[in-house]
C-alpha cells in the first residue's frame, strides 16, 4: 500500500519505518526542513536502537523516503497517518495541544484524491478523529475519506520489535472499507496471529489513555510498597515475584524506582484527568497514581540526604544515568530532572554521566554540572553515587575500581540493579528502593 506519514517524530519515523518494512511504500513527512534535509542524509535525529539501520535499507530498497512536499505526497497516499506531536497545553493544564492535528488536517484535505483513509496515530483525546473528520469535510467537501484511530503502545527503547511483535493492534473504525484498508495494512502480522480489536473510533482514542495510566498505576502501586518495605524492613523485590506470579496480576512493571516519566505517561495520565474532569467524573486512581509519582521523586531527594548523614550541602554526588530509561536519550520528565535541581538546590556539587543523554540534559539541568565521560570519571572523589537509570552499562562494574577513587563508599541504587550484599563486600554502604 502506499502510506503517508505527516510527522517524523518519534512515532512517526518508527511507524513510517516499520511499514516500509513490511513492504508498504511509504513517504515521510514532516514541515521541519532541516530534519527532512538530514533525514535525506541518513542522519536519524533521535537514539532508537536499529532504527538507523532499517531506515538506511529501506530507503535502499525505495520502501521509504522523506519530503516536505505535503501535497504530493497525499494526492499519492492510499493511507494517511498524523503522527504529529500533542504536548501538554502550554497553558499547563494537562490538555493535550491539538494545534498540530488539526493544522495536519486542514494541511490534508485539498489533496486529498481517490478513497483515502487517514489514520490518527498521535495520542490523541477523545472526539479528536471526529473533529479532524470534520475540518477535512469542511475544506474538502467533496473528498472520499474515513478517518480511524490506530493509537501505539511504542516503548522507546523497544519500538521496533514492539512494532514488530505487539501484543495487540487497535483499530477505532466506523466503515467497512475503513476496516479493511488497516487489515491491508497491518497484513503482514497475519503469520504471527497477532489480534487485531476493532473498536469504535472513541474507544480506540480511549484505549490508548487507558493503557498507560493503568501502567503508571501499577508502578506507582510497587513504587508505594517500596516505601513501605522501607519501613518495616521487608524486600520489595521479592514482594514483586510473590505477587507478580498470580497471573491475574502480572510480572511486569513491577520494578520500583525513582518515579516513571517520559513523553507518555506524565503527560497522558494528565491528559485522561482532564477527560473525565471534562465529563464530570474524577478518575481518583489515576490521580493518586500521579501523586504518587511526584512524592516518589521527592522521597529518592530524602533517601540521598539520609545517606549522606542529613545534608546535602558541600557533597559531590555522582549520578550514572539521566535519561527516563536506557536505550533512549529522551530526558523528557525524567526523574532526574526533579532529583539533581532538588540536591543542587540543598548544596551539592554533580558530577553526571549518561550514554546518551548529556546533550538533552545540558538544555533540561541546571548549568554548574560536571559531564563525565565514563561511570568511573563520574565517582571520582565523590561522596557518593546514585544509580538513576539501568543502562547496561552500569549494570557490572567494577566495583573496586570505583570505590578506590571515591570519598566516601555510598551506593544509592534507585533501580535495584545490584545486590546489597555484594556492595557490602565491596565495603559500601548501599540503599536500594524497598530493600532495606
Ligand atoms: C510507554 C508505554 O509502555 C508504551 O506502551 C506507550 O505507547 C508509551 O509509553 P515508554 O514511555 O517508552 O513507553 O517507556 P516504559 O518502558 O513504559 O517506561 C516508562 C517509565 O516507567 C520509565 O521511566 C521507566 O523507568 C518506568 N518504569 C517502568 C518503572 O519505574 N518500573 C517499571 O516496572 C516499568
Keep these: 500500500m502506499k502510506i503517508t506519514m505527516i510527522g517524523t517524530g518519534y512515532v512517526g519515523l518508527v511507524t513510517g519505518t516499520c511499514f516500509a518494512e513490511f513492504g508498504h511504500h511509504v513517504t515521510c513527512v514532516d514541515n521541519d526542513r532541516d530534519k527532512i534535509a538530514k533525514l535525506i542524509d541518513g542522519d536519524i535525529p533521535i537514539y532508537e536502537p536499529g532504527l538507523d539501520a532499517l531506515v538506511a535499507k529501506n530507503v535502499q530498497d525505495k520502501h521509504l523516503s522523506f519530503t516536505t512536499e505535503l501535497a504530493a505526497a497525499v494526492a499519492a497516499a492510499e493511507a494517511v497517518f498524523i503522527a504529529v506531536g500533542t504536548p501538554s497545553s502550554r497553558r499547563g493544564d494537562g490538555y493535550a495541544d491539538l494545534t498540530y492535528i488539526y493544522e495536519a488536517a486542514r494541511e490534508i484535505a485539498p489533496h486529498l484524491k481517490d478513497y483515502t483513509i487517514i489514520v490518527d496515530k498521535s495520542t490523541v483525546p477523545v472526539g479528536t478523529a471526529r473533529q479532524v473528520s470534520r475540518i477535512v469535510k469542511e475544506v474538502n467537501p467533496d473528498a472520499d475519506f474515513d478517518v480511524a484511530s490506530n493509537p501505539e503502545f511504542l516503548r522507546e527503547g523497544a519500538a521496533i520489535s514492539d512494532f514488530m511483535r505487539p501484543d495487540r493492534v487497535v483499530i477505532g473504525v466506523e466503515s467497512e472499507r475503513a476496516e479493511s484498508a488497516l487489515r491491508a ?252
Design 185 to 436: 495494512i497491518y497484513q503482514p502480522l497475519y503469520l504471527r496471529e497477532t489480534p487485531i480489536v476493532k473498536t469504535d473510533i472513541e474507544t480506540a482514542e480511549l484505549t490508548k489513555y487507558a493503557a498507560n495510566a493503568f501502567l503508571a498505576t501499577k508502578i506507582s502501586f510497587i513504587n508505594e510498597m517500596a516505601v513501605l518495605c522501607d519501613e518495616i524492613g521487608a524486600d520489595v523485590t521479592a514482594l514483586a515475584k510473590g505477587i507478580g506470579m498470580d497471573g491475574r496480576i502480572g510480572s511486569k512493571f513491577l520494578h520500583p524506582g525513582p518515579g516513571y516519566g517520559g513523553s507518555c505517561f506524565p503527560k497522558d495520565t494528565l491528559a485522561l484527568m482532564r477527560i473525565a474532569q471534562e465529563n464530570g467524573h474524577s478518575l481518583r486512581i489515576v490521580e493518586a497514581a500521579v501523586e504518587a509519582n511526584a512524592a516518589q521523586k521527592a522521597k529518592m531527594v530524602k533517601k540521598v540526604r539520609d545517606m549522606l548523614g542529613g545534608s546535602e550541602a558541600g557533597k559531590t554526588i555522582a549520578v550514572l544515568g539521566l535519561t527516563f530509561k536506557p536505550e533512549t536519550d529522551d530526558m523528557r520528565d525524567s526523574p532526574s530532572v526533579t532529583i539533581i535541581p532538588a540536591l543542587i538546590e540543598k548544596g551539592a556539587s554533580i558530577r553526571a554521566h549518561d550514554p546518551q543523554g548529556i546533550e538533552e540534559a545540558r538544555t533540561l539541568l541546571p548549568q554548574n554540572i560536571t559531564y563525565s565521560e565514563n561511570a568511573y570519571d563520574a565517582c571520582r572523589d565523590a561522596d557518593a553515587v546514585i544509580l538513576m537509570t539501568e543502562w547496561n552499562q552500569y549494570r557490572a562494574l567494577d566495583l573496586s575500581r570505583l570505590g578506590k577513587t571515591m570519598k566516601q563508599k555510598i551506593f544509592i541504587d534507585l533501580r535495584n540493579v545490584y545486590s546489597p550484599e555484594l556492595l557490602k563486600e565491596y565495603g559500601f554502604r548501599y540503599v536500594g528502593v524497598g530493600r532495606s
